[in-house]
């Protein structure tokens, strides 16, 4: 007898997972595997942030808090967004939760019936696919590539629009790709979605600090989209806080109190210590952590230099994020060393194999042409992580 809904059999497991968990299980093997796999900061939390939570924990923090989080961290997200997005959101607008994949669903979860399609940018990040499934929604994928810097137009999204559309979900700063929207390319798609009033643009902007060139801009700052906008945030990558699990969800009032209503049946409110720390963090200015940034630009440039020089990859230097994401359509339909490349999740477990570097397919983020590599790690390890890729292909340019 077969127990499983035909729910869980729709999903799939995280490519991210499987690619880091084989790359531990090779390290443990004894086996010398630099790991480009995950996507998360390798700094440790900011000494204020971890005082905080030694903090809460002396002064018991330690029993339920109201669903949605504590009014206390609700008014600090309310204020980093006015400050550092220009957003009105009140206290009542806002819900805390264990993550911001928590708080992507929960949106989801409030709109979402079988059937209603769901547009998602290609690339997007693993889970998104994934979440649409479990809610029982349709996703319509619309493709971009290398030449166009992974961004879709105001045409692609319009043509990608029917009667079934709900929700657009897409991040900027994305992950994988690493572009993000422009204030213009926003201005154009926000005209789009100003049409259509029966969508809801969940716009994941959780890497928004990890930019390199100018701060990025939210679709929610353009007024006459604002009640169709649902803007997901956390803790994870800015401020290194990855294990916490602190996200949280801005929008319209009707969609936050729905995002309430789903997270009392679930979870309740995320962890009372984590959430007196994130109001530490949301409450100093971000310039007190702009460290992280620094490092991580400077590694984005050694990286960009050293990726130019591997044969046949095409790559574009990221703006945002801490991820590369080069095309190496090259190499699929051929024969390495005796292994059959089909997409990027085979040649990804080749370079795993032969050259003992791990990454991550992008047949999982909608882009089987392209492999993310995450430049969260140490310079020396990414030094030679591109010198292993270079030596190891470098005997198959001619293949």
């Known amino acids: 007898m077969d127990k499983l809904s035909d729910r869980i059999k729709r999903l799939g497991y995280s490519q991210t997972f499987v690619m880091s968990n084989k ?11 630099i790991s480009l796999t995950l996507g998360e900061p390798d700094f440790d939390v900011p000494e204020n942030i971890k005082k905080s939570a030694l903090e809460a924990i002396e002064q018991n923090y330690s029993h339920y808090s109201p669903v949605p989080g504590f009014l206390e961290l609700r008014q600090a997200i309310s204020h980093k967004l006015k400050r550092d997005n220009q957003l009105d959101y009140k206290p009542t607008q806002i819900c805390v939760s264990n993550g911001a994949k928590q708080a992507i669903l929960n949106v989801l979860a409030a709109i979402i019936n079988d059937g209603d399609e769901v547009i998602l940018p290609v690339p997007y990040w693993v889970s998104y696919d994934e979440m649409v ?31 079934k559309t709900k929700a657009i979900l897409y991040s900027s700063p994305c992950n994988p790709s690493g572009s ?64 916490w699990r602190i996200g949280y969800s801005a929008c319209p009032e009707w969609l936050a109190k729905a995002c309430d209503k789903i997270q009392g049946q679930m979870t309740s409110g995320a962890n009372t210590v984590a959430q007196r720390a994130s109001i530490t963090a949301l409450n100093t200015d971000p310039s007190e952590y702009r460290y992280m940034i620094d490092e991580f630009k400077k590694r984005r440039d050694i990286v960009f230099e050293l990726m130019k020089e591997i044969p046949n990859f095409k790559v574009l230097l990221p703006k945002s994020a801490f991820y590369f994401f080069p095309d190496v359509s090259y190499y699929i339909g051929k024969t390495l060393d005796g292994v059959e490349i089909k997409d990027s999740d085979d ?50 340019q001619q293949v």
């Not at 790359?23 to 595997?33: E, F, L, T, Y």
Request: hydrophobic share 40%; proline share 3%; with cysteine.
């Open 23 to 33: 790359a531990r299980d090779m390290k443990a093997a004894g086996i010398d595997v």
């Open 133 to 163: 499934k479990m809610m029982g929604g349709k996703s319509i994928f619309i493709k971009t590539s290398y030449v166009n810097d992974f961004k879709i137009t105001a045409e692609q999204l319009q043509e990608a629009i029917t009667p």
């Open 180 to 243: 993000y929207y422009t204030y213009d390319e926003l201005q154009s798609l926000a005209k789009v979605i100003a049409k259509n009033p029966q969508i809801t643009v969940i716009s994941d902007e959780i890497y928004e600090f990890i930019n390199y060139e100018t701060t990025t801009k939210s679709i929610a700052a353009f007024p006459e989209i604002y009640e169709q906008v649902a803007v997901i945030n956390g803790m994870s990558k800015g401020y290194a806080m990855t294990g």
């Open 347 to 396: 040649f990804a477990m080749f370079l795993l194999d032969k050259a003992h570097v791990g990454s991550v397919g992008g047949v999982s983020f909608g882009s089987p042409e392209c492999v993310r590599f995450s430049y969260a790690a140490s310079e020396s390890e990414l030094r030679e992580a591109m010198r292993r890729i270079k030596e190891c292909l470098e005997k198959y």
